[in-house]
């Protein structure tokens, strides 16, 4: 079968093309141009005609995706603004709502579609308080949506994208509440937390790496430790996701009957950037020779308080199974430096 894979040469949805096209399925994926293309053509190449791409330049438009959904029986929609750099709050909301709406809008009456995954985060899961509290699929950003609305462009840029996040998944959910008497699919929304793991998408350098990508590499590699102070390297953070696991966990969304109707929340475990600093160099034998000397930090400082922020992950044990297997620190932290290593960074 076919699926739809929006957003196709980002960071995570090249993992899901992939992996998709490992388990036999044809690939449809979206870019904005049709250079966007090239370098996923290369990579899938091997997979012949199995994998295509086809060029959405603004999911705002209306019926952007009338064409794109023909013929698909699944669709993974990923594509969503993803940068701090929002000067108005609806510059990274209404692409992010939009396009969310914009997808669903055009399957209402494509009647081979079966599934539609569409990729939230823990964004729309979490939010900041002043206890440490363990999140699940019940809770919801309000607090995010209030500052948006209460600050408008002097609010935080984490607001702003937390925010675009949690509006689009609501939309998501309303529309599928008002149309699911007539549409043949129904809907799966996946929560992941912080994305870290090595790359397949076009990077040129680690400042053009996407915002979670970029962050690890910047607090782990740089020698400035991305101009993080020790108390915020001991401190922030929130849960986390390999890339490769949460790919897996689009393409078992589409596998899993049970899946069909929930909100799931996939995450590895707690981190805070002193624990990936503490895995790396741990790491024996190191994975990246010229990198022996990676910044230490505050060793050890990570694990002085307990997490503010944790998931519950009960839901997607029972619905995905052992079938998936989260990484370990110490494996994604060995893949993605020897990725950088290998690309000399
Ligand atoms: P990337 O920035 O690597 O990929 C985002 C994709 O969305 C790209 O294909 C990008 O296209 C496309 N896109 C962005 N803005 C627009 C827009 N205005 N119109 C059309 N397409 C757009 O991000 P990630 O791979 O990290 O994120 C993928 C998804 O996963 C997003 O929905 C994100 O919110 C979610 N997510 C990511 C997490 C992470 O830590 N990375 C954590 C939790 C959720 P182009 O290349 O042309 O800009």
Same mark, same amino acid.
């Given at each position: 079968?076919?699926?739809?894979?929006?957003?196709?040469?980002?960071?995570?949805?090249?993992?899901?093309?992939?992996?998709?096209?490992?388990?036999?399925?044809?690939?449809?994926?979206?870019?904005?141009?049709?250079?966007?293309?090239?370098?996923?053509?290369?990579?899938?190449?091997?997979?012949?005609?199995?994998?295509?791409?086809?060029?959405?330049?603004?999911?705002?438009?209306?019926?952007?995706?009338?064409?794109?959904?023909?013929?698909?029986?699944?669709?993974?929609?990923?594509?969503?603004?993803?940068?701090?750099?929002?000067?108005?709050?609806?510059?990274?909301?209404?692409?992010?709502?939009?396009?969310?709406?914009?997808?669903?809008?055009?399957?209402?009456?494509?009647?081979?579609?079966?599934?539609?995954?569409?990729?939230?985060?823990?964004?729309?899961?979490?939010?900041?308080?002043?206890?440490?509290?363990?999140?699940?699929?019940?809770?919801?950003?309000?607090?995010?949506?209030?500052?948006?609305?209460?600050?408008?462009?002097?609010?935080?840029?984490?607001?702003?994208?937390? #925010?675009? =996040?949690? !509006?689009?998944? $609501?939309? &998501?959910? @309303?529309?599928?509440? *008002?149309? /699911?008497?007539?549409?043949?699919?129904?809907?799966?929304?996946?929560?992941?937390?912080?994305?870290?793991?090595?790359?397949?998408?076009?990077?040129?350098?680690?400042?053009?790496?996407?915002?979670?990508?970029?962050?690890?590499?910047?607090?782990?590699?740089?020698?400035?430790?991305?101009?993080?102070?020790?108390?915020?390297?001991?401190?922030?953070?929130?849960?986390?996701?390999?890339?490769?696991?949460?790919?897996?966990?689009?393409?078992?969304?589409?596998?899993?009957?049970?899946?069909?109707?929930?909100?799931?929340?996939?995450?590895?475990?707690?981190?805070?950037?002193?624990?990936?600093?503490?895995?790396?160099?741990?790491?024996?034998?190191?994975?990246?020779?010229?990198?022996?000397?990676?910044?230490?930090?505050?060793?050890? #400082?990570? =694990?002085? !308080?307990?997490? $503010?922020? &944790?998931? @519950?992950?009960?839901? *997607?044990? /029972?619905?995905?199974?052992?079938?998936?297997?989260?990484?370990?620190?110490?494996?994604?932290?060995?893949?993605?430096?020897?990725?950088?290593?290998?690309?000399?960074?």
């Amino acid at each position: 079968s076919k699926v739809l894979v929006t957003g196709a040469n980002g960071y995570l949805a090249t993992w899901v093309v992939r992996t998709l096209l490992e388990k036999g399925y044809s690939v449809r994926g979206t870019v904005r141009s049709e250079v966007k293309a090239t370098h996923l053509k290369q990579i899938f190449a091997k997979y012949g005609d199995k994998f295509e791409t086809v060029v959405v330049d603004d999911i705002t438009k209306e019926g952007a995706f009338d064409e794109a959904v023909k013929g698909v029986d699944a669709i993974e929609h990923t594509a969503s603004p993803f940068h701090f750099s929002a000067e108005e709050p609806e510059e990274i909301i209404a692409p992010a709502v939009n396009g969310t709406i914009g997808v669903l809008k055009s399957a209402l009456a494509i009647s081979s579609v079966r599934r539609i995954v569409v990729t939230s985060s823990c964004a729309a899961v979490q939010s900041f308080l002043p206890e440490p509290k363990r999140f699940s699929e019940v809770d919801w950003n309000e607090q995010a949506i209030e500052e948006v609305k209460k600050k408008g462009k002097d609010s935080s840029q984490i607001d702003k994208y937390f #925010a675009s =996040k949690t !509006l689009a998944e $609501k939309a &998501a959910w @309303d529309f599928y509440e *008002a149309n /699911k008497a007539k549409v043949s699919w129904d809907l799966v929304v996946l929560n992941p937390p912080y994305v870290f793991g090595p790359l397949i998408h076009d990077v040129s350098s680690p400042s053009s790496l996407g915002a979670s990508a970029g962050d690890w590499y910047n607090a782990v590699v740089r020698p400035d430790m991305g101009g993080k102070s020790l108390e915020v390297l001991a401190t922030d953070g929130g849960g986390w996701i390999d890339v490769r696991d949460i790919a897996l966990a689009h393409a078992l969304s589409l596998i899993k009957e049970e899946a069909g109707g929930e909100r799931v929340v996939v995450s590895a475990g707690e981190w805070v950037y002193q624990d990936f600093i503490d895995t790396a160099n741990a790491l024996s034998p190191s994975p990246i020779p010229s990198h022996t000397d990676l910044p230490k930090g505050d060793p050890g #400082a990570g =694990k002085k !308080l307990p997490p $503010k922020i &944790a998931f @519950d992950t009960a839901k *997607a044990s /029972k619905i995905f199974g052992p079938e998936l297997k989260y990484r370990s620190m110490e494996e994604t932290t060995r893949d993605t430096l020897e990725d950088f290593e290998r690309r000399g960074w």
